[in-house]
Each structure stands twice: as C-alpha cells, then as structure tokens.
C-alpha cells in the first residue's frame, strides 16, 4: 500500500469529529488494505509503531525534527522555528516547507540508489524505518535518528510529510482511540452481534491492537476467539467504580461484599515465568528494571512457575512499619541510581489478585475463588503480602474497617462483590469493585482524576506562567474529552513553574479534535496530563460540556471550587473519570439533598 493512500484517509479523518463518520472511514480503509499490512496500518493509524507494553520509543524531540525540516530544504533552523512559532504544529511546517521547496536540496544528501521519486513510499517501508529509528541507542544515536528521517523526507510528498512528523512526534492526533478501531473492524470482520465483545476480550489480553487487526485480517474471528493469555504480555486492568456511602455500596454489591485496603501506591500486574519476572504499570508500562528488589521477592514468595498477579507497590518505612505517600514512591521511578533508590525507600507489595496460573486463566472465575488460589499460594515476607480483607454485610461494619484502614495510613478501602458471577473484567470499569476513599467522608466532598485539555496565563505572582487549567472528565462512550472546570487553587509556586513546562512542551495551534469544550483556552494542549482535585460538590454549568444535555438541555456538569492535589502519572488520560461517573455522583448528591 502506497503511504500516500494512508495518508488520504487520515486527511478525511482529520476533517471530520464525528465518531460514527470516523468508523465508516476506518471501514473503508481496512477494506483496501493487504492483509500482510494490517498490523502497520493499526499500528501507525492508532498513532503508534507496536503495542504500548513493549515500550519502544521513536525518541524525537521538536528540536531534532526541525533539524531534519530545515536541512531537508536548505534552510536555517531559526526559519523552520519561527514558522513552528506561528503554526503550533511541526506536521504542518514540514508540509508546507517541503511543498514550497520540493525535494530538490535532499539530492546532496543522498547516493543515487537511495533517492526514488516523491511518492514512493510504501506503508511497510515507513513503518519498519520507524521500527528501525526506535532501536538505534547509544553515541551519535540522535544524528542517525535524524538522517532516517532525512531519508523519509526525500522521498515523502508534502502531505505524507505532515503525518509522519506527527507520527514521530507522538501527535497524530485524529481523534482515533483503540476502541475505535475495535469498533470498525468488527463491523468490517465481525460474524454477529457479540463479535465487538470477543475482539474486545482479544485486546483486553493482549493489550496490543495491532496483533488484534493483524488476525483478523489473515485468520478471522475463529482465530481471534482462539486468542489466550500469555505470560508476559499484559493484560488491561480491570478498573473500579464509585460510590460515597456504606448503604449504598452494600445495596449495590447484594447486602455482602469483600473489603480490602486501598494502598497508596503503584497498581502493578506481575508476570511470573520460572525466573524471568515482569512487572507492568497501571499503563501497562514495564516497570521492572525500577523494582529489582520486587522482582527478586516474588521469585521467592509465589509457588507457581507460571502465574500473574495484581498488587500495589507502596513505599514503606520498616522501623515504624507503616505506608509512606505516594509521592516518595514516585521518586523511585528512575531509570539510574536504582541501588541507591532501593536503599532510600524500602516498599512493600500487596497482592490482591491473580488472573493465571500454570496454563489456566482465572478471569472467568468469581473473585473469591481467584482470592483462595492466590492465598494458597504467596507465602508472605517482609516485601510480599496479601492486601488486607475482611467480608462485611452491616453499614457499622463497614465504616469500622474503613477507619482502620485510614488509621493504617491507607486512602480508603475497595469493595468487591463476592456473588458467583463477579469475573475479572479486563479493560472495564465496572460495580463489581468500587472504592470508597477518605476524601468521600471529608467535609470537602469528593477527589476526581481529571485531564488538562489547556490553559490560561496567570496574572499578579502568576505572570509568566499557567495560573489556571482546564480541566476535563473522559467520556468513555464518545472517547473525548468534557470540559468540567478551570483549576486554579492548590498549587505551590514549584507546581505552577512543572506544570506550566509540562503543558507547554505538549502545546497545540487549535483544540484538539478530542476535546470538547465552549471555552476558549489561551493556550491548548494534548489531553495526556491527568491531575487529581477535590471540589466541593458538583452543579449543572452552561458554560462545561462534561455530560451536556443529560440533566438539562444547553447545560453541562461542573465541579464547584476545585483545588489540585496531585499529579497522577500513574494514569492515562483514558483512565481518568469518566462523564457517567461524574453524572452518577450529581444524581446522588442531589438525592441526598432532597
């Protein structure tokens, strides 16, 4: 497949935002792409080059990329600079630096054999020299990196141009989630009404989409249903519902539920086979060569040559034996000194779950039965335990355990149905867990992990940098981004200089396509920060889309006096809370005060 046909469909992908016109395009394009080609297109049109978990990086900075811009032109760096000042976008400096000057100045920079004709390109070939630049380490690996990139550049028309500088920046940005893409190619291979929930099963234990385009395209749906897990590839967590009150979580989980301590640390998933041991974040990142003391612990503590497991990695202080805050945990995440780190913040692992063992997965089985073979298993230390738990089926019973799970230095509890039916759902966000943290009880009501679609420069003390944010809920249905409030209280004089750095360095021309918002921002950014607030309740807002029209016509939900807590870089924008979760929370706060 030429690039240049790619390439025409991402130009229909960027003019529209609608998501259902999105997955008629994405139909089109599958129907015309070579099944050998499958997994690149999936790959490159999710704004990728493989699956997340694996962790390759293409490692471009704006600074390399408009050192490639400006001597693929014969220009000065400062030219491309400025026009980058002026555009917001590096993909449409290179397609309209590279229009303007054609591909005439490159010819120095090549031998005959290398140069082919403008258009040339093919979707394979692109995709295996980004593969290529994603493997280059070491001295000089930046001029390298940069010289492949001339070479794409010499044989790219100007369109072609702006998406793979968008692809190697990381910024496709068409408003294409994974869910999306499941979406279409179970219209475009699916066999009947349940197809969409298998090929999502297939990609929740596998984590990895463009394997789950790449089957269907040569094999079909019998091969996707054939998919299983497998040891060290990881699977989408299952995530956790909300809910304020003991009476309601009781009512909600059948009158009896499990209560375990909500830790305040790191989720992570362990993949355990013989002695090789990974370890995955909550954004299925490996974290492994950060936790050599985990590792080495759960080679000691699980009898079992091939199991996965969940737990949370806190940070722990072993002489008054208690959890230390996240935010000293997060200082471990390093990628040298590691001895030293280790050294300095001991942690402790609590398990809470298993989804495999030997060959077999658990995630059809009840969570009682996953929590007995767990147990049978881990023989604890001083770094693995169990999570607590106790079952409870009285509100007192309930706010006992809760206290002493605060009283313990935990941020709340997790409640988990215990009925038959209760599975693993991998890649959901369900009620049969729900968490109940302290902040629920507080007299400041509510936290929330919500994304920073932009920005509005501060004035006063704050000149100079973002003194307010905008901050937005994840609408899972319609994956985009709904404005809820403008975050301006709770930050240090240090946050606001990283914040302001941070956002600034993921800057956008315009509002991104999955942003929704009525709000003008002085400045826009790609939803990738997710940042956790309190507010002090929720009020229906004409000027917020998160949930627009659900409670009444031209108005959205809005949380009132937010104030930032923390960074949660744990989380991907996609794990952030949701517009139902938000609208749930109004709907009780409102019965509550009737």
């Not at 077999?360 to 298993?377: A, F, I």
């Not at 985009?480 to 750095?501: A, H, Q, Y």
Request: hydrophobic share 35%; net charge negative.
């Amino acid at each position: 497949m030429k690039l240049t046909t790619l390439t025409d469909f991402y130009q229909k992908l960027d003019a529209t935002t609608k998501r259902l016109e999105m997955i008629d395009i994405l139909m089109d394009l599958f129907e015309i792409t070579p099944h050998k080609e499958m997994r690149a297109v999936v790959y490159l049109t999710s704004g990728k080059i493989c699956a997340d978990y694996i962790g390759l990086e293409l490692g471009f900075a704006d600074k390399m990329v408009i050192k490639a811009i400006a001597k693929s032109i014969g220009k000065a760096e400062h030219e491309v600079n400025n026009l980058f000042k002026k555009k917001g976008d590096l993909g449409e400096v290179a397609e309209q630096l590279i229009g303007q000057t054609g591909q005439q100045q490159l010819e120095a920079f090549f031998t005959p054999s290398e140069k082919s004709e403008e258009g040339d390109l093919t979707v394979e070939n692109v995709w295996d020299i980004l593969n290529k630049i994603a493997l280059i380490e070491g001295k000089g690996a930046n001029q390298k990196k940069t010289n492949l990139l001339l070479g794409l550049y010499s044989k790219a028309t100007p369109v072609e141009a702006k998406y793979i500088t968008r692809i190697v920046l990381s910024q496709l940005r068409l408003g294409i989630k994974d869910l999306t893409i499941i979406e279409a190619l179970s219209r475009k291979y699916g066999e009947g009404d349940d197809s969409r929930q298998i090929i999502e099963h297939a990609y929740n234990v596998t984590s990895d989409i463009g394997t789950i385009g790449d089957v269907l395209a040569k094999d079909g749906m019998e091969a996707i249903k054939k998919i299983k897990i497998s040891v060290g590839r990881p699977i989408r967590m299952m995530a956790a519902q909300r809910m304020p009150t003991a009476e309601e979580i009781l009512e909600k989980l059948g009158g009896t539920c499990a209560l375990e301590f909500k830790y305040d640390g790191e989720r992570v998933q362990a993949h355990i086979d013989g002695d090789n041991i990974k370890l995955y974040s909550r954004n299925l990142n490996e974290i492994s060569n950060m936790y050599p003391d985990v590792t080495a612990a759960l080679k000691r503590s699980l009898k079992s040559s091939q199991v996965i497991v969940e737990g949370e990695i806190t940070a722990w202080d072993p002489d008054s034996e208690r959890l230390k805050s996240f935010q000293i945990l997060m200082s471990r995440k390093r990628k040298y000194g590691i001895e030293d780190a280790m050294e300095k913040i001991p942690v402790r692992v609590f398990l809470f779950d298993i989804l495999y063992k030997d060959g077999e997965s658990l995630l059809k089985k009840s969570y009682p039965e996953r929590r007995t073979v767990l147990e049978s298993l881990v023989k604890e230390d001083s770094v693995i335990v169990l999570a607590s738990r106790e079952n409870v089926s009285t509100p007192d019973e309930f706010v006992e355990y809760f206290e002493k799970a605060i009283e313990s230095g935990c941020e709340g509890i997790m409640a988990k149905d215990i009925r038959k039916e209760t599975q693993y759902q991998a890649g959901s966000r369900g009620f049969l867990w729900i968490k109940h943290k302290f902040d629920y009880s507080s007299a400041f009501n509510d936290s929330y992990d919500f994304v920073v679609v932009g920005g509005f420069y501060g004035k006063g003390r704050r000149k100079g940098t973002l003194g307010t944010l905008l901050m937005a809920a994840y609408n899972s249905e319609e994956e985009r981004f709904e404005t809820v409030c403008k975050l301006g209280t709770g930050f240090s004089d240090e946050d606001l200089i990283k914040i302001t750095s941070d956002l600034m360095s993921i800057t956008v021309e315009k509002k991104p396509k999955d942003v929704i918002s009525k709000l003008e921002a002085d400045v826009w950014v790609n939803p990738e920060k997710v940042y956790e607030i309190q507010g002090a309740d929720l009020s229906t807002s004409p000027v917020h889309t998160c949930a627009l029209d659900e409670i009444k016509k031209d108005t959205g939900i809005a949380i009132r006096f937010p104030r930032f807590i923390r960074y949660r870089d744990d989380k991907k924008p996609e794990l952030a809370t949701t517009t139902s979760e938000v609208i749930d929370a109004y709907k009780r706060q409102r019965l509550k005060s009737t």
